[in-house]
């Protein structure tokens, strides 16, 4: 509530603070859907509305002795940097390049590495660099310094795979508010002993204040979705959505359920395999799988309409957190 709050505050103030500094707004891609074009001049940088609001809220309510909270708070504002960089060379530019890949990349590595490191070195020793297998109980399988290069697989995957499903309006902000609610239960969960006994999860010690954090989390999307519901006011931009799928990722790795994310993120994961097969494919064969990758444009250009589009989506990603939420029992 304070998150929700805070972003209802400030957003419609950031809202015309960002379209008076950005003059055109967000380039639209020219090769892009034709509808796309009428969103022109529409400001992005939205998510830095929640980025305050989660952090502000998540600083009043967690407890601050707890390293699991700085640790998720760093790669949530360090991500969101890296973000608003890109986001910024587009609009000075007037382009859709921002930041070359190779720099995002690293910037990224260099934030996760530091969050991982803090992660693993605030765990046990044989639960720290351990990963759980979904659907088995009591089953971890350490592996050693080899868990840092999977946690930072699971922490850069999930931030760019939310960044390329954001394309339509509302389309990234509400499973990313979908996931934060399933990984606040599971954060519960897992960090209560009870609990997590019954369930057969591997407790982990101070990881049920993340539950804050999604809470926070849900607020903040929740308030922007108020702006960006079709047709968006603003748009998070690369601010937003690195951000909210890297912390994703931090939580699922603090919770021990990295593997889980992929089914509950799935929606996240189909958009990032849709562009991967389809530049596979035009390299190797020099033919498209797709009408126009990710996959949400695919059927924009198929003629679906926008808010069919969107609705769908909310709907898979609904029924993925079921699906990744049974794991708690199915064991």
């Known amino acids: 509530m304070t998150a929700l709050i805070i972003c209802f505050w400030i957003g419609p103030g950031m809202i015309d603070w960002l379209r008076s500094k950005q003059g055109k707004g967000q380039p639209i891609r020219a090769d892009g859907p034709e509808g796309h074009q009428a969103k022109v001049g529409t400001p992005t ?180 979705l108020w702006f960006n519901a079709p047709p968006a006011a603003v748009f998070m931009g690369d601010t937003g959505s690195l951000a909210l799928g890297g912390v994703l990722g931090v939580i699922s790795i603090i919770t021990k359920h990295e593997l889980v994310l992929a089914i509950i993120g799935g929606l996240f994961v189909l958009e990032a395999v849709s562009v991967i097969v389809q530049v596979a494919s035009f390299k190797l064969t020099g033919k498209r799988v797709f009408r126009m990758a990710p996959i949400h444009h695919h059927f924009e250009k198929k003629g679906w309409s926008e808010s069919t589009i969107v609705v769908r989506f909310w709907i898979i990603a609904v029924i993925l957190a079921l699906v990744g939420l049974s794991t708690l029992k199915l064991r």
Request: aromatic share 12%; glycine share 14%.
């Open 45 to 224: 940088m939205g998510g830095l509305m929640i980025l305050l609001s989660v952090i502000v809220s998540t600083m009043l309510w967690a407890d601050l002795s707890n390293p699991f909270v700085w640790q998720a708070l760093l790669v949530l504002a360090g991500f969101g940097a890296i973000g608003f960089a890109d986001d910024f060379l587009k609009i000075t530019k007037q382009s859709s390049d921002g930041l070359s890949g190779r720099l995002k990349i690293f910037f990224q590595l260099l934030i996760g590495t530091a969050a991982v490191i803090g992660i693993v070195s605030s765990m046990p020793a044989d639960t720290g660099t351990s990963i759980a297998l979904p659907f088995f109980k009591d089953l971890l399988i350490d592996v050693g310094w080899f868990f840092i290069p999977f946690a930072l697989v699971v922490l850069i995957g999930s931030s760019n795979a939310v960044n390329l499903t954001d394309g339509l309006d509302g389309l990234a902000i509400v499973p990313v508010a979908i996931a934060a609610a399933s990984f606040g239960l599971i954060s519960y969960l897992v960090g209560n002993a009870n609990f997590a006994g019954y369930l057969g999860v591997h407790y982990v010690a101070g990881a049920g204040e993340m539950a804050i954090l999604c809470g926070a989390l849900i607020g903040g999307a929740m308030g922007f």
